[in-house]
């Protein structure tokens, strides 16, 4: 089993940055893909990072040029960078990620508990 805990959110001032991160623990054989997702009040869950066990990232349109991914395979821990930060970015934060506990082991899924940013205007 692995365990997310992220850490990182709080309540920031429009045009203000911060800096989530996401730490994996458990039974990890190696880490995949590991996300940044997002999902504000009545809205569907959002890709907004992805980064790939080799470092290669990818954005979504909305946070392209304002966020950077990125992670640190010695600590199996993935940070989330943000700047220029907008109302619209108010949401709850996951992070996710695929891992397998050995190397003949299936990748499976996991989440972390989510963390609130909140951008005042």
């Known amino acids: 089993q692995v365990q997310l805990v992220e850490s990182g959110g709080g309540l920031v001032q429009a045009g203000g940055s911060l800096r989530l991160s996401c730490a994996a623990s458990g039974t990890i054989f190696s880490i995949a893909g590991m996300d940044w997702y997002r999902q504000a009040p009545g809205k569907q869950r959002e890709l907004v990072a992805t980064?790939?066990?080799?470092?290669?990232?990818n954005y979504g349109d909305s946070v392209k040029g304002r966020f950077t991914i990125s992670r640190d395979n010695t600590k199996n821990t993935m940070y989330l960078q943000m700047h220029s930060l907008k109302p619209e970015d108010t949401a709850v934060y996951y992070c996710?990620?695929?891992?397998?506990?050995?190397?003949?082991?299936?990748?499976?899924?996991?989440w972390g508990q989510g963390t609130q940013v909140t951008v005042s205007s």
């Open positions: 980064i790939t066990s080799g470092g290669l990232s």
């Open positions: 996710h990620l695929t891992s397998r506990r050995s190397a003949l082991s299936p990748f499976q899924h996991y």
